[in-house]
């Protein structure tokens, strides 16, 4: 997911995140497996209106990060990087 997102420009409460947690939370207990969520987050500072602006991670654990310098330094063309996990994450 990407909040805010792009491209809408949608930004997910506070309450949204926390239902989401709760969510995905149930559904690992229920599979006895982490469900991961991947955040990626390069529109994180561009936001208009000064609406508040809650990370996934603040609101469930199971919240890995993706981020590119190449929105914010307006060079969106520029595909260079990598994610990468370990085999050993459950």
Known sequence: MNSPANPTGR???RAQ???LA???DEAS???DRRIWLLSDEPYQR?????IPST???AT???TKIDYGDGKVLLAPGQRLGYFALSPSIR
């Not at 561009?46 to 000064?50: C, V």
């Open 11 to 13: 930004v997910y409460t």
């Open 55 to 57: 990370k996934p991670a």
């Open 46 to 50: 561009i936001r208009f209106d000064d």
């Open 17 to 19: 995140l926390d239902a």
């Open 22 to 24: 709760e969510v995905l």
């Open 29 to 31: 207990d229920r599979i």
């Open 60 to 62: 469930y654990p199971g």
